[in-house]
């Protein structure tokens, strides 16, 4: 009797306490659980991504590489794989396993240790979601009650696809997408069963069964994978005799493949989310689509590496990089160096075996070896200063020593010829001139490996002559003409410099051509010429009227020396300014943002279309409006005279490469040749290239703007142009054109011989008036600049 009244007291009290436990974990359940709701719409953190005008991808930034994917995406060999490892009863259990779970509690009291069994896919989502990775019995507790609550909530091909769109899988893979791109350079339906049991290996350990890192434990842990695969049915045992043969493939691949490199301008439009968003623009999986045309960019790029290079060749040989003799008897250390060495602007690295009188061997980075021959030096003269060079080498030896680290650019797919880094800076930028949309951008030689400085946007340097054009057009909209005489003589500009100190500026070459139509002092950018007219406008006249083209007048001074281009500018405000001569008269901001979509596809910054308004403010704020800022006479005379330069002047250059008439542009170089510049235009387009030192040393005395910028202009434009169609240049209504004296400006009588075309803003000023009679307009004059022009 009494045995009966304790075994009841027993399962009473057990009863009680089971029913209690019970009731502890249903208010657990329902109070302390998180809800799973927001599982259904979670957002990932995915990483920023820049895109060119036609969608490639440009460049990606964030920690998480991630590209999420719906269950449809999913190739059934990859869930086969990541059941068959992770939870083979996936689609069968309501969350919790048990069978694992006595199973993992068995091993606890075995060996007193916690395991990582009794985990299945659904719990180890809201370990993902909600929980820490900590190994305490309360967390587990928590994990299973939040897996019964998720299994509730969403179907298994919900939860699936948020299990391997969250998992972490090394090598900042986070999902199956972009491990698939990372481990074997494919989409999600090219991979092989090999592939996906690989992949389906890497969550338990990311990093100890790294396939690159740890091939063996990587091998090991695929074939457990590819055997539960077997086992279960997935495969038959030809695939699986064939993936355990498959090896592996031993290196990474990039998480996205960049098709538009434009570094420069995505770290532009990285920082301007940065600075809007903060961190989280990181994360956010923001997608900005940006104005770059890829194949412009592609020709800007190799444009400016191709100037640089060779202004760098016509200076001579600097010498190796380093020296690396003492690894020469160690053939797996130096190659390991050599493959350290990052490929810069094109350039590779190569190590120097052995020097023959005309023949070095190399080793390259892929290990193989090249020769080199006379041929291929045959430029490096021994650099002296910027304005000597050595002798042509004769000899190897003169170059070369046994270790040195020196750099190569391929000629073809089997010739190599001596290169290096170049020292020199520059800069390329192109746009449409009609919205300022920027089409291209190169801001140096190599964002990566070389200098992250913008010289497009951060470069502050003096335009020189390439400021001229801004100067003649205000002297266009006060009266001159193109056919005004002007003096080109000795000026002294009293305190010029500073007070009591005068000024004397000089011509290119110290030369003095005398009396000169104004069309012919722009061609030949004349600096008397440009300092007589300035004197004439008078320099606070110029500095507010240049203010209208977008320069940054508010940095400079009013000055006679503005009229050589003193002050300082980007080349993204001279090429910005210098559209509205291109454009027919109207004020652009240049740009690359065009729209910017969240991570759900929602458009949450769209750049508006741009309106060229004739009646607008010209400082609007409005994106959209581009306002009319000099008369559509003023935009086709300046676009005259300028296709001019180029078919005649300083710029023939271009003419002579390009042999087309649609093209114009204007020469700039700056005091000792410290800035090389060329702005010009064609078809559809506006760029500026410049070239300098980052440290204002001289370029050297040859290296002027037709020398050492105009060539990385012209190979962007052979590039990009569209086929010549020789249409006539026809003028505006009030532009008329008429045969004048070329010696006088004078207007030549009809028949007349002799004469040469000139065109006439007769809503300035008459026509007929004889340029000759009044080489400047007396009311422009200042009397003492009146007395010394003739």
């Known amino acids: 009797m009494k045995l009966i009244k304790f075994t009841v007291y027993v399962f009473g009290f057990l009863s009680i306490f089971l029913l209690g436990g019970v009731g502890v974990l249903y208010h657990i359940y329902n109070t302390q659980v998180p809800g799973v709701q927001e599982l259904a719409t979670v957002q990932y953190q995915i990483p920023m991504r820049i895109y060119d005008a036609d969608g490639g991808l440009m460049a990606e930034f964030g920690e998480k590489r991630r590209f999420p994917v719906t269950y449809d995406e999913i190739p059934k060999v990859v869930i086969d794989a990541f059941t068959s490892a992770e939870d083979d009863g996936f689609f069968e259990h309501g969350g919790v396993d048990l069978q694992s779970l006595f199973r993992a509690a068995y091993e606890l009291i075995k060996t007193g240790h916690k395991g990582q069994g009794g985990s299945t896919i659904t719990m180890q989502v809201a370990r993902n979601f909600f929980l820490g990775r900590e190994k305490t019995y309360s967390r587990k507790l928590m994990e299973i009650l939040l897996a019964i609550k998720i299994e509730h909530a969403l179907t298994k091909p919900q939860i699936l696809t948020l299990y391997l769109n969250k998992i972490f899988l090394g090598n900042r893979a986070y999902g199956i997408k972009a491990a698939a791109q990372v481990y074997f350079g494919k989409s999600l339906d090219q991979l092989s069963v090999a592939e996906a049991a690989m992949l389906a290996s890497l969550p338990k350990a990311p990093s100890s069964v790294n396939p690159v890192s740890n091939p063996d434990k990587a091998l090991a842990r695929r074939a457990y994978v590819l055997g539960r695969m077997l086992a279960l049915g997935h495969i038959d045992q030809a695939s699986y005799d064939q993936a355990m043969q498959v090896p592996l493939p031993g290196h990474l691949f990039a998480s996205s493949e960049i098709q538009t490199p434009a570094p420069f301008v995505a770290e532009m439009e990285r920082q301007k989310l940065v600075k809007e968003y903060g961190a989280r623009a990181y994360e956010m999986g923001l997608s900005v689509h940006t104005t770059i045309d890829p194949k412009a960019q592609a020709a800007a790029r190799t444009a400016l590496r191709d100037g640089l290079l060779a202004y760098d060749r016509r200076h001579g040989y600097r010498g190796p990089e380093d020296h690396w003799q003492n690894l020469l008897n160690d053939r797996a250390a130096l190659l390991q160096k050599l493959q350290a060495t990052p490929v810069v602007g094109g350039l590779d690295p190569a190590v120097v075996l052995t020097v023959e009188p005309h023949v070095a061997t190399v080793l390259m980075a892929d290990g193989s070896t090249q020769t080199l021959d006379m041929d291929a030096v045959r430029w490096a003269c021994h650099y002296q200063s910027e304005n000597h060079c050595g002798p042509a080498p004769k000899d190897m030896g003169e170059l070369f020593k046994p270790g040195d680290l020196i750099r190569l650019q391929a000629v073809d797919k089997t010739h190599w010829q001596l290169a290096e880094i170049p020292a020199v800076s520059g800069a390329f930028v192109a746009l449409d001139p009609k919205s300022g949309a920027i089409k291209a951008l190169v801001g140096g030689f190599d964002f990566d490996h ?86 004439a406008l008078g320099p606070a ?113 271009a003419f002579r490469a390009l042999k087309r008439e649609d093209i114009g542009g204007k020469t700039g170089t700056t005091n000792d040749q410290r800035d090389a510049w060329f702005t010009g235009f064609g078809p559809g387009w506006v760029g500026t290239a410049w070239v300098g030192f980052d440290d204002n040393s001289p370029l050297g005395r040859r290296e002027v703007g037709g020398t050492a910028a105009l060539p990385i202009w012209v190979s962007f434009m052979r590039a990009v142009l569209p086929p010549p169609t020789n249409a006539p240049h026809v003028p505006p209504p009030g532009v008329v054109e008429m045969m004048i ?36 307009p007396v009311d422009a004059v200042p009397q003492k600049l009146l007395n010394d022009l003739f």
Not at 569 to 591: D, I, K, M, Q
Not at 639 to 649: E, K, N, P, Q
Not at 749 to 763: C, L, M, N, Q
């Open 450 to 535: 070389d200098s992250k400085f913008n010289h497009v946007t951060q470069a502050e340097r003096q335009p020189g002559s390439g400021f001229k054009p801004f100067l003649y057009s205000a002297a266009l909209d006060h009266g001159f003409t193109w056919a005004t005489l002007i003096n080109d003589s000795p000026v002294v500009v009293k305190n010029g410099v500073k007070e009591g100190v005068d000024w004397r500026p000089q011509n290119y070459g110290k030369k003095f051509g005398g009396p000169m139509r104004m069309r012919m002092a722009l061609v030949h950018s004349v600096n008397l010429v440009s300092i007589r007219l300035i004197d």
């Open 541 to 653: 006249n110029v500095l507010k009227y240049v203010a209208r083209f977008g320069l940054p007048t508010q940095n400079w001074a009013a000055t006679p020396s503005m009229a050589l281009g003193s002050y300082a500018l980007t080349p993204l405000e001279l090429v910005g300014a210098f559209s509205t001569f291109v454009n027919g008269g109207y004020r652009v901001t240049p740009y690359t943002t065009t729209e910017v979509d969240n991570g759900d596809n929602v458009v949450i910054y769209s750049h508006p279309s741009v309106n060229l308004c004739d009646d607008c403010p010209v400082d609007s704020p409005d994106p959209s409006v581009a306002a009319r800022v000099i008369s559509p006479q003023n935009a086709f005379l300046m676009r005259s005279a300028l296709r001019d330069v180029v078919r005649m002047g300083t710029g023939v250059g």
């Open 741 to 776: 004296n070329p010696e006088t400006g004078a207007k030549l009588a009809p028949g007349a011989p002799g004469g040469v075309r000139e065109y006439f803003d007769t809503t300035k000023s008459s026509a007929d008036e004889t340029p000759l009679s009044l080489p400047i």
